[in-house]
């Protein structure tokens, strides 16, 4: 059985570009969520979908958004990238919400802003 | 909120030996759930194990188990028979029961492997 996807795995972007990173989930599973992993914030919790709909957000601003497809594959949108956006950002997939069902991680994409 | 402390940023053990990684929580719910995860520098992280909050047994997997305190709101984790494939940064975690909770993550702390 295939695992998380996240593509693509390294990314570079300019100051004030946007940015949209995938997640393709576990087959089966239908939530999705994305975390922003940085060196002094350490890992924060973006977003949550499930069955195409936002189930759960951050405390992050609104540059920052995503969707979930009906085959529950998820995308996140980073726009006018500033450079404290330079992370790594983990989505992890289950089969249902709450943490009673477990959930396992992609490996990140690395973004650097310059 | 609910807040998750790793107060140990770096821990060293040596191969064979038992090290206990601590963390502490914070939370007004009485039905959660509890996570250590493990990223090695390929960056996946991957769980290690899980308590239900309402279960008094400690879970175990292997060689790890946790000693899961709910009334001091703590959640430590034992490596036993440490090996070099233990190196990791490892994260405590809290997540609540309800449909709309989040995965609370504490800072991490990095684990190294002496040989």
């Known amino acids: 059985k295939a695992g998380v996807t996240q593509t693509p795995r390294y990314l570079i972007k300019t100051r004030g570009q946007q940015v949209t990173l995938s997640c393709s989930p576990i087959?089966?599973?239908?939530?999705v969520s994305w975390y922003q992993q940085t060196p002094g914030q350490g890992l924060q919790f973006l977003f949550e979908?499930?069955?195409?709909?936002?189930?759960n957000k951050g405390n992050f601003p609104g540059r920052f958004s995503g969707r979930q497809f009906s085959n529950s594959r998820s995308e996140m949108n980073v726009s006018t990238l500033e450079l404290g956006d330079s992370a790594l950002y983990l989505c992890?997939?289950?089969?249902?919400?709450?943490?009673?069902?477990?959930?396992?991680f992609g490996q990140g994409t690395r973004l650097t802003v310059v | 909120a609910q807040t998750v402390t790793q107060s140990q940023p770096e821990m060293s053990v040596q191969e064979a030996e038992t090290v206990t990684l601590s963390c502490t929580y914070d939370?007004?719910?009485?039905?959660?759930?509890l996570f250590w995860y493990k990223q090695p520098p390929s960056r996946q992280m991957i769980l290690v194990i899980r308590?239900?909050?309402?279960?008094?047994q400690n879970a175990t997997e292997n060689r790890f188990s946790v000693n899961f305190q709910k009334a001091a709101k703590s959640f430590s984790l034992k490596i036993s028979d440490s090996q070099l494939g233990d190196a990791a940064m490892y994260f405590c975690?809290?997540?609540?029961?309800?449909?709309?909770?989040?995965?609370?993550f504490g800072k991490g702390i990095t684990l190294s492997v002496r040989p």
């Open positions: 992890a997939s289950s089969y249902f919400l709450g943490g009673g069902s477990e959930a396992f």
């Open positions: 087959s089966g599973h239908r939530s």
């Open positions: 979908y499930f069955s195409e709909t936002q189930r």
């Open positions: 939370t007004s719910e009485s039905d959660y759930y």
């Open positions: 308590q239900e909050a309402y279960k008094q």
């Open positions: 975690a809290y997540r609540s029961t309800g449909a709309n909770s989040k995965l609370t």
